[in-house]
T-cell receptor, first 117, second 114 residues
Framework: NAGVMQNPRHLVRRRGQEARLRCSPMKGHSHVYWYRQLPEEGLKFMVYLQKENIIDESGMPKERFSAEFPKEGPSILRIQQVVRGDSAAYFC???????????????FGSGTRLTVV | AQSVTQPDIHITVSEGASLELRCNYSYGATPYLFWYVQSPGQGLQLLLKYFSGDTLVQGIKGFEAEFKRSQSSFNLRKPSVHWSDAAEYFCAVGAYGATNKLIFGTGTLLAVQP
């Protein structure tokens, strides 16, 4: 039973390019969360998605960032026209259901470390 | 607004010594509380969680935490630290509701001396 799979593990982009980060949730999980960890900081919530729906994107920057979780395939976090300040570790987590306490303590993937040069 | 404070940025303990990592939270109702551990370059692993009931929670790797409502604290403890416990530890609070998002503290980096 594979855990939350994120790829790539490391991603280097030049300023102005696009970054696409992928997250495959655990089998049977239909809820995905994206968090960002800036250097020497804790994780900050970005977005919460269910299949084909964005539930909460209150932590997403207003511009250049978008997320999707299609009916088929992994969840994608997309960053357009990356800047140096986007360099961070991006973590995905998944859970089987919401609105219950058991949905918490969700499982995190190993993250994608984005470096913008 | 919910928030989590981990007052200790770095802690160094000797192997075999006891450990306590502090966590204070701010939340209007009974929170859901968590401790995660992160080894360098790795993701986060859940150590333990508190939802309700017994205020002393047992977790993996010999860790435990105690919820104290009067102090708004959820401190992590381990009676005898092993060198492999060196890592960064994050406390987090969650709110029951539609979003299930976690609010993380800034972490405590634990170093273990031989």
């Amino acid at each position: 039973n594979a855990g939350v799979m994120q790829n790539p593990r490391h991603l280097v982009r030049r300023r102005g390019q696009e970054a696409r980060l992928r997250c495959s949730p655990m089998k049977g999980h239909s809820h995905v969360y994206w968090y960002r960890q800036l250097p020497e900081e804790g994780l900050k919530f970005m977005v919460y998605l269910q299949k084909e729906n964005i539930i909460d994107e209150s932590g997403m920057p207003k511009e250049r960032f978008s997320a999707e979780f299609p009916k088929e395939g992994p969840s994608i976090l997309r960053i357009q026209q990356v800047v140096r300040g986007d360099s961070a570790a991006y973590f995905c987590a998944s859970s089987p259901r919401s609105l219950t306490g058991e949905a918490y303590g969700y499982t995190f993937g190993s993250g994608t470390r984005l470096t913008v040069v | 607004a919910q928030s989590v404070t981990q007052p200790d940025i770095h802690i160094t303990v000797s192997e075999g010594a006891s450990l306590e990592l502090r966590c204070n939270y701010s939340y209007g109702a009974t929170p859901y509380l968590f401790w995660y551990v992160q080894s360098p370059g790795q993701g986060l692993q859940l150590l333990l969680k508190y939802f309700s009931g017994d205020t002393l929670v047992q977790g993996i790797k010999g860790f435990e935490a105690e919820f104290k409502r009067s102090q708004s604290s959820f401190n992590l403890r381990k009676p005898s630290v092993h060198w492999s416990d060196a890592a960064e530890y994050f406390c987090a609070v969650g709110a029951y509701g539609a979003t299930n998002k976690l609010i993380f503290g800034t972490g405590t980096l634990l170093a273990v001396q031989p």
